[in-house]
């Protein structure tokens, strides 16, 4: 498992895959809640792709997370059978889908994150995660292209569409900061070569972020405050009910073969 | 079928002799298995009845995706999640080729969509039954799927060329779904005692609304006559209904599951099944818009759309001013 890389903690690894994985699970999650009530139907197609890939990721990461922890689980009981304090997304994926601007732009800011997140990835010293990483990395340049791109058009579309803009990226702006702060777990993916610190990706993301919110006439908000605890497992009350939902078969019919 | 009950506008069909000879080149254009395009002359009772019959085709794939939709966030793995999001993106998909069909008629979406949201178009009875467990998404598959093959694969041949080459790719589409759908039954019916019961249910509660899909009995209608006579229908509610039964027979039977209808006999002589008749009442109940989800399923399609109306509002605006910027401000006066 990780004999090629003997100087790696295993459960830092294993901390930083489930990361990967449940950010992708649970925003997969909550993009597929929108199925058959978008606004349009080309948006109706368009949710369920970008919820279907961040599900194939998640079957990659929690795959490759269940293989590096070797305790005999795989990735659906990773997603299925932990319970909320175990889960180590950021509490960004975890916000309620709000109106579609809330959806469409929770899924910029975390696409604004995930692309360099990926793209350093595919560097990994671990050549499944940059295989994993090179996958991924093509179906979240066009996830950034067209959140990005729906930013623009909403915020700078009629008085109503940028108002709710505006109010979709003043509240989830407070959920950002997240993304890059590092603990003790990314700084031995760091030193073992397998992942990019967190606070080296911020710089980037705030660049795409500030050419898009400037090209759909949004402001940046000046907070400074960030919400924090997902990656260690504390989370939002949303978190449990998004699980009671998710897991209802598995934990309802123990060991049964769907 | 996806689409139930199509009118036509015709009190009896015209014989050759009756028709203008414009009406009769088309005929025979159409007796002769040619294909009609777009631009090409056809009678308005020929337009509008397939108006009717790709609009309520393409609502009845667009509201399909809510009794599936229902099961997306409860899946009961990674893999069975992926395969029904898949599965419910290609019934939009299809709802996408069908509008298009539906706009080459001169109808567009919008329009089509506002006679759906106003109760004036229907989508197929099918769709306002519950999806109550997990094998429910498997029977949806299994039979639904697999009764609106049933009238998909011979549509392939309709007349109208549009609408024929969008059966094509959707019959391979739907083929691969019913497949999913029977998977998702195989390993119920293989698994514990409460999956298998949670199977047999499933069937139990979705046989009869899956023999409505196909529609009363047409034999003596005059608008199924002039769909036939058009080729905007290619067999008879009872044929399509008939080999439907004939197909799924062996099927449960392969799961060790019962179908449910004490009637159910091979009839030698017919080379075929003989089977209950659904409850035709029932049917005309969920027409009516008394079926257990018909609020429920018109409600979430209204609801999306209304909240919808910002968005598409704000890029359409976003539209004019992106087209205003480019032509420059020579345009403005």
């Known amino acids: 498992m990780t004999a090629a890389l003997p100087d790696v903690d295993r459960a830092a690894f294993v901390e930083f895959l489930t990361r990967m994985g449940d950010n992708t699970l649970i925003l997969g999650h909550r993009v597929s809640e929108w199925c058959g009530h978008a606004p349009v139907l080309e948006e109706d197609i368009a949710l369920a792709n970008t919820a279907l890939d961040l599900i194939g990721q998640t079957q990659f990461w929690l795959g490759l997370a269940a293989e590096v922890e070797g305790a005999g689980r795989n990735a659906d009981a990773l997603a299925y059978l932990r319970d909320a304090g175990a889960f180590r997304n950021v509490l960004l994926v975890e916000r309620p889908n709000g109106d579609f601007g809330h959806t469409i732009l929770r899924q910029f800011l975390f696409d604004a994150w995930h692309l360099p997140m990926l793209r350093a990835l595919e560097r990994s010293a671990d050549p499944r995660v940059a295989e994993i990483a090179a996958k991924a990395v093509k179906e979240v340049a066009y996830h950034l292209e067209r959140s990005g791109d729906l930013v623009i058009r909403l915020g700078d579309g009629t008085a109503e569409s940028h108002a709710r803009m505006q109010a979709a990226l003043d509240d989830l702006w407070d959920y950002t900061g997240e993304l890059f702060m590092a603990d003790a777990s990314d700084a031995a993916m760091v030193a073992a070569g397998i992942a990019p610190d967190p606070a080296s990706l911020q710089a980037v993301w705030l660049a795409e972020v500030r050419a898009v919110l400037e090209e759909a006439t949004l402001t940046l908000p000046a907070s400074t405050y960030s919400h924090k605890g997902g990656k260690r497992g504390v989370h939002s009350e949303y978190l449990g009910f998004i699980l009671a939902d998710m897991q209802f078969l598995q934990r309802a019919y123990p060991g049964a073969v769907w | ?333």
């Not at chain 2, 506008?9 to 009769?24: A, F």
């Not at chain 2, 049917?283 to 257990?292: E, K, Q, T």
């Not at chain 2, 890029?315 to 910027?325: C, D, G, N, S």
């Open chain 2, 1 to 333: 079928m996806y689409a139930q009950m199509v009118k036509t506008d015709s009190s009896r069909l015209k014989t050759l002799d009756e028709m203008s000879p414009e009406e009769r080149a088309f005929q025979e254009r159409i007796d002769r298995g040619e294909k009609i395009e777009p631009k090409e002359w056809m009678p308005e009772g020929y337009r509008k009845t397939l108006i009717r019959q790709v609009g309520q085709h393409a609502h009845s794939e667009i509201v399909g995706q809510l009794p599936e939709g229902n099961w997306i966030t409860r899946a009961p793995t990674l893999e069975r999640k992926a395969i029904l999001l898949a599965k419910v993106q290609d019934e939009a998909g299809h709802g996408l080729y069908l509008y298009s069909a539906a706009e080459t008629l001169g109808v567009s979406r919008d329009e089509l969509l506002a006679l759906l949201h106003s109760g004036k178009m229907k989508y197929s009875s099918i769709f306002n039954y519950p999806t109550l467990t997990w094998a429910d998404i498997g029977a949806v598959g299994w039979l639904v799927d697999g009764a609106a093959i049933m009238n998909q694969v011979q549509l392939q041949k309709t007349s109208y060329g549009p609408y024929s080459r969008a059966m094509v790719r959707i019959c391979k589409e739907e083929s691969f779904h019913q497949r999913q759908g029977y998977d998702i039954m195989m390993k119920m019916a293989a698994g514990s005692d409460a999956q298998r019961a949670m199977a047999q249910d499933a069937l139990n509660r979705f046989w009869y609304p899956s023999l409505m899909m196909f529609g009363p009995s047409d034999k003596d209608s005059v608008h199924s006559a002039q769909s036939m006579a058009w080729k905007i229908k290619i067999n008879t509610n009872d044929e399509l209904r008939q080999k439907f039964v004939d197909q799924t027979v062996p099927q449960a039977k392969y799961l060790g599951l019962t179908i449910p209808d004490p009637a159910l006999a091979w009839n030698e002589d017919k080379g075929g099944h003989d089977f209950s008749e659904p409850d035709w009442t029932e049917f005309f109940d969920v027409l009516a818009g008394n079926g257990p989800c018909n609020k429920e399923r018109l409600g979430a399609r209204v609801k999306a759309w209304n909240d919808g109306a910002w968005v598409r509002d704000g890029l359409v605006a976003h539209a004019e001013k992106a087209a205003a910027r480019r032509s420059g401000p020579v345009a403005a006066e």
